[in-house]
């Protein structure tokens, strides 16, 4: 007998339910499904709340001490880990209302939040170096876009260590820089790369030329040649913002004049009156 694809699809996810006789937490629903596990909501009996529990095959030990390490806004928090009945691990986390970015970036956003919203990823990652931790695998998928305007950076599984010894692949091979898609050593500026493409992913087609000269230096194939930091990405954008030069754009002269007059517009238009009052004095 063939059974449907939406009801071999409904079996699977039953049996690969969690056995949660021997925790806390009761059954909610099924959230989603990823490379390193699948995400349930349920409620903590402890505290009546609702939480997002991920189960996965490995110890969920080395992303819940990692992730304990990480005390940010923009970074999902560990309340639990441990083994449930079945013998699969588990991390009891923060449950993120919201959309994924994917999602979000579906809806007509003003280009000033769709910057916004990016300096707030960036933010997350640059405190997630400045403590030692590089994500290695940043995503649509993995950033969730609150109903406040607030931005999670999720999926910490892959994550390491900036000391840690390198030679695994790990991530979404679409979302990789080079060196980590050959298994070579990286550092943060492998995330910088993921952010690159994340911008312009964000910008849409229709980017500013100064902007996707920030997304296309950041997502450089030789990380010699992409931004040092997430301090000096960001730092590029507030230049834009600011109407000042984009380091990574060549402006041509008349570019230079129009971002001079945006940035200026006040005081041209005092010097345009006076100019003019000067002119209608003298012809009185």
Partial sequence: MNLPDQTLAHLREVVAQPDLSNTPYE????????????????????????????????????????????????????????????????????????????????????????????????????????????????????????????????????????????????????????EQAAGGAVDPRTDIFALGLLLSEILGCSAPKPLAAIANKASSAEPEQRYASVELLLAELRRYQDRLRVFAYRESLGEKAVRFAARNSVLLLLLATYVAVRILLFFL
């Fill in 27 to 178: 059954m909610v629903d099924f959230i989603g499904r990823g490379g390193m596990g699948a995400v349930y909501r349920v409620r903590d009996t402890r505290l009546d709340r609702h939480v997002a529990l991920k189960v996965i095959d490995a110890s969920p030990l080395a992303e819940a001490r990692l992730l304990a390490q990480l005390e940010h806004p923009g970074i999902v928090p560990v309340y639990d880990a441990g083994t449930l009945a079945d013998g699969r691990s588990y991390c009891a986390m923060r449950l993120v209302d919201g959309v994924r970015l994917d999602v979000f970036l579906l809806d007509e956003h003003t280009l000033s939040e769709r910057l916004s919203l990016f300096e707030k990823i960036c933010e997350a990652v640059a405190f997630a170096h400045n403590c030692g931790v590089i994500h290695r695998d940043l995503k649509p998928q993995n950033v969730m876009v609150g109903a406040f305007g607030e931005v999670v950076v999720l999926d910490w599984g892959v994550a390491m260590w900036k000391e840690t010894e390198t030679g695994n692949i790990a991530g979404t091979p679409k979302w990789m820089a080079p």
